[in-house]
């Protein structure tokens, strides 16, 4: 991380960019990687989403622009690194969803209450996947998956929420960028 | 600023209602025994499965195919070319429990009693 260490002031909006360009790049590898491990459970939708944990770190120390942007980037690169474009509806779909959730919901929150935003986020992502299936398939049947998607997501949501919360302390450098 | 607590509960108290709604429809068992192969929201074939021969088809969706095998008494997508093979790996179903699905081909293989779709009772 030599860059850290210039002295060279860059343009705010310069350093704007590379943040969220490392972070969306930490996003994307995660993605990837996850998206080798096989399906735990065979139901579309049920996974770690590990990538969130730079979403929820971004909602609560970057903010709603900064973090909407990384999140865009990245469901649209891992649905082509993946291959699978199918995903990519539900992903913007769900993506959209808990955004609107987890930034007023961050407003109220202190730091040490980041997991309730990774869970609520989750909660409203799973419900955003189940609306896109439900408008794609013409199904209305399909809600009977949203409450095994709702104990996954709530679950998996506060195990990455308690990562990006520890994250968030050991992660100073990056704000310090601003 | 609510308290830490008033989190781990509201989120406790949401996890056990999921957990709870998961396991009603998992131990629910519809009755039903006529599966519809949906293709892109419209029904392309009924089989009474009570009465159905064992056979295998292909439906052909929008972006791949399903291999759908029906025996007596149930019905599975034997082989399909999506990335994911969800479908596939959910096995055979022969009640109105929980739908097959192939959202990249947008296929759904539901069991419902004929006219009267099985899962109203818990979906709706």
Known sequence: MIFLRTKEVLPVEVRRLTRMALLTAIALAIFVAE??????????????????????????????????????????????????MMALLFSLGGGALCLLVSIPLSRVLTRKQMWVCSVAGAVAHNIG?????????????????????????????????????????????????? | MRSTRFWVLAVAGLLAASLLAAVLVYTSSPGGTVAEIVLDGEVIRTIDLETAQAETFVVQGESGTNTVQVEPGRIRVQCADCPDQVCVHQGWISDGTVPIVCLPNRLVIRITGGSHPGLDGVAG
Not at chain 1, 155 to 171: E, P
Request: charged share 10%; with cysteine.
């Open chain 1, 129 to 178: 996947q189940i609306l896109v299936a439900v408008a794609v398939t013409r199904t209305p049947e399909l809600v009977v998956y949203l409450p095994v998607l709702l104990v996954s997501g709530i679950i998996t949501g506060l195990f990455t929420g308690l990562c990006a919360q520890l994250l968030a302390g050991r992660l100073e450098f990056l704000l310090r960028l601003k």
């Open chain 1, 35 to 84: 998206a080798q491990l096989p399906a735990p459970v065979p139901i579309y939708g049920v996974k770690l989403g590990l990538a969130n944990i730079v979403t929820v770190w971004a909602v609560f120390l970057l903010g709603p622009a900064d973090a909407a942007m990384i999140l865009l980037a990245r469901v649209v690169l891992g649905c082509l690194a993946t291959g699978q």
